[in-house]
């Protein structure tokens, strides 16, 4: 069920981010964020001093920094949220819908999200406030904070070919 809900996620994400390279004004930030997640990722590396596999994230990594780009799940008010995150790019499933925008970078982390419908305003904006290996927590503009936990890792970008997003399937 969980590598569905990622397909599907991702897929949606994907149809999402289509219509992004028509926006130049953008395309200096997501280069800029994509740049910066790397850098994250080495930094990750190096402090655990090792380099395995990347589906071999141990405790040691989750007590450590994690970084923002993956799919992950939380439960709020007996709902599944699902987000996933590539690039600079964020998607979130609620109830059937699927709000999606951009991660913000700046002194914090903050994900800024449309929702079809005006749907879902409560978690329209949020901000990061902790990254793990194995969990993320945001607080929403509505009041309300979600603590989410990492379902799988996803690239910097998503795949072109619908075909290729079952690569994402842990």
């Given amino acids: 069920m969980t590598g569905a809900v990622t397909v599907l996620t991702a897929a949606l994400l994907l149809a999402g981010c289509g219509s ?9 930030k997501p280069g800029d964020a994509q740049s910066k997640a790397p850098d994250d990722s080495q930094e990750n590396g ?4 090792e380099q395995g596999g990347d589906g071999q994230e141990g405790d040691k990594g989750d007590s450590g920094p ?21 690039g600079d790019a964020v998607s979130l499933l609620r109830d059937k819908k699927v709000c999606s925008g951009r991660v913000m970078e700046g002194d914090t982390q903050t994900l800024t999200l449309k929702c ?23 607080t929403w503009n509505g009041g309300a904070s979600d ?21 994402l399937l842990p």
């Fill in 20 to 28: 992004g390279g028509d926006d130049d004004k953008g395309s200096d």
């Fill in 116 to 138: 079809p419908g005006g749907g879902g305003e409560d978690r329209a904006s949020g901000t990061v406030d902790k990254v793990t290996g194995s969990s993320l927590k945001v």
């Fill in 66 to 86: 994690g970084t923002l780009p993956g799919v992950w799940s939380a439960k709020a008010d007996g709902t599944e949220l699902v987000m996933t995150v590539a």
């Fill in 46 to 49: 190096s402090d655990q001093g």
């Fill in 147 to 167: 603590t989410f936990r990492r379902v799988s890792n996803a690239p910097d970008t998503l795949p072109k070919d619908p075909k290729e997003l079952e690569k």
